[in-house]
């Protein structure tokens, strides 16, 4: 294939079928699609225990930085903990996005890579 995903569904799997990939995201295995305390949320990856979130879609931009920002605010908010989360993207990520995730410490922007039936590969980006 030529490395290009068609749903990020299929992409958030395949990285929570391969331990050496999202264990470069948690520490934990994580649980995918889980609801908000308050319902209105959907985590695509999320571990309690490392207080992380990942965020999985084809094109990233800064919606999707504002999106997981929220996450990171109602999780804040809900446990009184502090939390960190991932964008990862799978075909395209915008100019804006990498400028506004530069100095954040508290996200990390990666790319996930494929080529054929092979397990994907995280690259921070």
Known sequence: TNGQWGRELPMRDAVLGAP????RLFRTKPEREVRSTDARARYDLISQADRCVAEFKLSA??????????YLKELHRSTRQQWVGHIVYGNSCTRP?????????DIRLWRCTRSGKKAPVLVEE
């Open 97 to 105: 996005l990498l400028d506004a995730l530069r100095g954040r410490g």
């Open 20 to 23: 050496s990939q999202w264990g």
């Open 61 to 70: 931009s800064t919606a999707t930085l504002v999106q997981l920002d929220g």
